[in-house]
């Protein structure tokens, strides 16, 4: 497995299809998804230049953060219990999965033992799956009102984990339902709110999300191979 071409690949990628679509490659993140990696292939993709990564479970989270010895922003992508925040304070840039009020009041108090601040996105459940968690489109908008007066958290987007198809021009509307939802969000200029980030595309649809206006991709399998 070859990481560092992995990435550069994918970066390429990335690339092309902001290109072909007008947008500035600058504005869209990898996120690679290490979640059940070792730290060591963690180190490899520091090694060739990759950043950012993000972790789903928080045990394993937070232990390889301790044992990466590499310069790297980590982001918490995967479903989160309350019990568990205290766990992740001061250790991830960001949380992409916050669905609840209670979840971000617990984030809130446990950043505001430190006097910190941490970015959030909410997750919103396009397909109204029920074995996914997230926020419905039409409960976002009280959710982040909720949310917004919050002090040691910042509402910077919104993430989603789209039905899953084959064929990604089958996702194509979820993430278009996604980027709409954002931008009447952003038009209502609510306080310690923005909609600067869109968390949506996994390996095998990450371009049509970027077409659709993604700016932080994904991407596990595509880097690291299968888990």
């Known amino acids: 497995m070859d990481i560092a071409a992995n990435i550069a690949a994918i970066q390429e990628r990335i ?3 902001c290109k072909s679509c007008g947008r500035d490659s600058g504005q869209v993140r990898l996120v690679a998804v290490s979640k059940k990696k070792p ?9 060739a230049g990759q950043p950012l990564f993000g ?15 590499g310069a790297a922003e980590w982001h918490f992508i995967g479903a989160l219990q309350s019990n568990k925040v205290k766990h992740l304070r001061g250790k991830v840039a960001m949380i992409h999965s916050v669905d609840r009020l209670s979840l971000a009041e617990e984030i809130d108090r446990q950043w505001g ?36 007066p919050l002090r040691h958290t ?6 989603a984990l ?35 980030e ?21 991407i596990g399998t595509a880097i690291f191979g299968a888990r």
């Open 198 to 218: 869109l968390s949506m595309g996994m390996s095998h649809d990450f371009e049509v999300a970027i077409e659709e206006g993604a700016t932080l991709v994904r």
């Open 15 to 17: 690339g092309v299809i």
């Open 39 to 47: 730290a060591a292939a963690i180190e490899a993709a520091i090694a």
């Open 113 to 148: 033992k430190d006097a910190a601040c941490v970015d959030i996105l909410v997750q919103v459940n396009l397909g109204e799956e029920a074995s996914k968690a997230g926020t419905t489109a039409n409960q976002a908008l009280d959710l982040i009102r909720q949310v917004a």
């Open 154 to 159: 910042r509402v910077k987007g919104l993430m």
């Open 162 to 196: 789209p039905p899953w198809y084959d064929d990604p021009e089958q996702v194509r509307p979820y993430f278009r339902q996604l980027r709409q939802l954002a931008e009447q969000i952003e038009a209502l200029d609510l306080p310690n709110v923005t909609m600067q």
């Open 55 to 69: 972790e789903s479970y928080v045990q394993e989270c937070v232990a390889k953060i301790d044992e990466v010895q």
